[in-house]
């Protein structure tokens, strides 16, 4: 099973838009564009864990956390991130993280 946590950017929301669109018109089927986002889950999952190789480190204040379903989330404010090694810093006011365990997913490697 692949995390579905990719199709709420801005490439998901297109994907799916445009599969939509292609449903409504009648070119594709619902379980063909079912699949599509299947194959999209595996694939921006697999494609993060093995080609992405910066670092970035944070550092901010805790806002709340929470552990439901084996999904960390924690809302931190006032952060900064700094890219690995020392790097440009960037502050935000307020940021989300969702941490999922990415060992359990054994279609990823």
């Not at 694939?43 to 992405?52: D, G, K």
């Not at 970035?56 to 989330?73: A, P, Q």
């Not at 900064?80 to 997913?105: H, L, N, T, W, Y």
């Amino acid at each position: 099973m692949s995390y579905q946590l990719y199709r709420n950017t801005t490439l998901g929301h297109t994907l799916q838009e445009s599969l939509d669109e292609l449903i409504q018109m009648g070119q594709i089927s619902p379980q063909l564009a079912l699949k599509v986002l299947l194959q999209f889950d595996k694939a921006i999952n697999q494609a993060l864990a093995s080609r992405v190789k910066s670092k970035v480190t944070f550092k901010g204040k805790l806002n709340t956390y929470r552990f439901c379903d084996n999904v960390w989330t924690f809302v931190l404010n006032n952060v900064d991130f700094r890219e690995q090694p020392a790097g440009e810093i960037a502050r935000v006011e307020k940021v989300k993280i969702v941490a999922c365990d990415g060992k359990s997913m054994g279609d990823v490697k």
